[in-house]
């Protein structure tokens, strides 16, 4: 990445303005944009989006309830959306050629989306998603708590990247073989997309919603001008906050944290590297906030995922294989596979009965990290320890590495097991599970 392009843009653009359920139902059009991704004077850049916008319109759910949402097409190729994180309906869950056919241009597809869980989620194509997605068909999806924490401002950061032409476009080549069999499509041009424009005040306690968008990188990140916990990975609650130190978010991870203003100039949302920080974007501060009393931070309420069962665990494996510089290079059309098995099988990975409890092993036999993303469920990272972690719904497993994860199979259906580099998904990492 440039300096050049990250010094340019540091002024974080807000995000579209997050929308109040007016009607039953809601629909979320797709179609091509002008976005202002360069900064003032810049010319537009042509881009795909949801009502008029990339990213789409915020969607604030309450927690436990059923939307009606509506995807209009106005796209020249087909679509679908995936409502990354939630325990869906299968029929619901937003992937073409395992749970629903694509919608063709012209044409719309009724979701009804289910909101077992607080948190903060995501929805974007699920169709083409390394062109989709890499043009900027997706938005954030937050589930607001009965009871949310206390906080001044709640603000989505969306954090992202972008392969730009010296005249603003989008390069083309989303599919560059080259790219797949590398770390994916890497943007020379990062932004944090703040949800709010602030100011913001000395001694407001914010939450900040991170989601990383982008199609193929990991970001670390750092965020000067704040003290504060995580208090959530991938929506999921921490049973004990943590300390924020330097944070990793693979592609699709957010990350919930809770933290108090210090900075009275601006607070930072930093990309370390070698050659020092560059700015992602920043949220200015003006004024002090001198009624809030200091409190801890607490962790917000569990939402309601099974036990899983540790005596009778099915033990699956997941190799991940492929890639350049592969002990075993994948042969003509596809790059990656899991389990010697590029593309889509007809047959699942596995098939559990509904409840069961499988401790997956996710081992990472290639040269580049990966993203892996179950749908329609959240399971526990294994520590090396042995000891019962996080909870998520995308893990990130280094090169080399290999990661268990445990997880109740508790929702019927076809369930999509990928990597969230969507260049890698595209050149064949991904597979499903069956729950009946
Ligand atoms: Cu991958």
Excluded at 87 to 95: H, I, S
Excluded at 107 to 126: L, M
Excluded at 403 to 421: E, R, S
């Amino acid at each position: 990445m440039h300096r050049r392009s990250f010094l340019i843009s540091a002024t974080g653009a807000a995000l579209a303005p997050q929308l109040a359920w007016a009607t039953q139902r809601f629909d979320l059009t797709a179609q091509p944009v002008n976005a202002s991704l360069l900064p003032d004077g810049g010319p537009l850049t042509a881009m795909l989006g949801f009502n008029g916008a990339t990213p789409g319109p915020e969607l604030r759910f309450r927690q436990g309830e059923v939307r009606n949402i509506r995807l209009v097409n106005h796209l020249d190729q087909a679509s679908a959306v995936h409502w990354h994180g939630l325990r869906q309906d299968n029929a619901m869950d937003g992937v073409p050629g395992l749970t629903q056919d694509v919608v063709p241009p012209g044409d719309s597809f009724d979701y009804a989306v289910r909101t077992p869980d607080a948190g903060t989620y995501w929805y974007h194509s699920h169709n083409r998603s390394s062109e989709q997605v890499a043009k900027g068909l997706f938005g954030p999806l937050i589930v607001v708590e009965d009871t949310p924490p206390d906080v001044d401002h709640d603000i989505t950061v969306l954090i992202d990247d972008w392969r730009l032409t010296d005249t603003g476009a989008l390069a083309e080549g989303f599919d560059d073989r080259h790219d797949q069999a590398h770390g994916g499509r890497l943007g020379n041009f990062a932004r944090a997309l703040f949800g709010m424009d602030g100011p913001v005040r000395v001694g407001d306690r914010l939450r900040l919603r991170l989601i990383n968008v982008a199609t193929d990188r990991i970001f670390p990140i750092e965020i000067a001008g704040i003290d504060g916990m995580i208090v959530a990975l991938d929506g999921m609650p921490l049973a004990t906050p943590r300390a924020v130190g330097e944070l990793v978010l693979a592609p699709a991870q957010r990350m919930d944290i809770i933290a108090d203003v210090t900075s009275d100039q601006q607070i930072d949302v930093l990309f370390p590297t070698r050659d020092g920080p560059f700015a992602l974007g920043a949220l200015p501060v003006n004024g002090v906030n001198a009624d809030r009393t200091p409190a801890p931070i607490r962790a917000l309420p569990a939402n309601q995922i099974a036990a899983p069962d540790l005596t009778h665990a099915v033990a699956v494996t997941l190799v991940m294989q492929g890639g350049a510089m592969s002990r075993q290079m994948m042969s003509q059309s596809d790059i990656w596979a899991f389990n010697g098995q590029s593309g889509l099988p007809d047959a699942p990975l596995h098939s559990f009965e509904r409840g069961q409890t499988a401790r997956i092993t996710l081992v990472n036999d290639t040269r580049f990290a990966h993203g892996i993303h179950l749908h329609g469920h959240h399971f526990h990272e294994i520590a090396a320890n042995g000891a019962l972690g996080d909870l998520r719904d995308t893990t990130l497993v280094d090169a080399g590495a290999s990661q268990d994860i445990l997880c109740v199979f508790d929702n019927p259906g076809k369930w999509l097991l990928h990597c969230h580099m969507l260049g890698h998904q595209a050149s064949g990492m991904k597979t499903w599970v069956e729950v009946t």
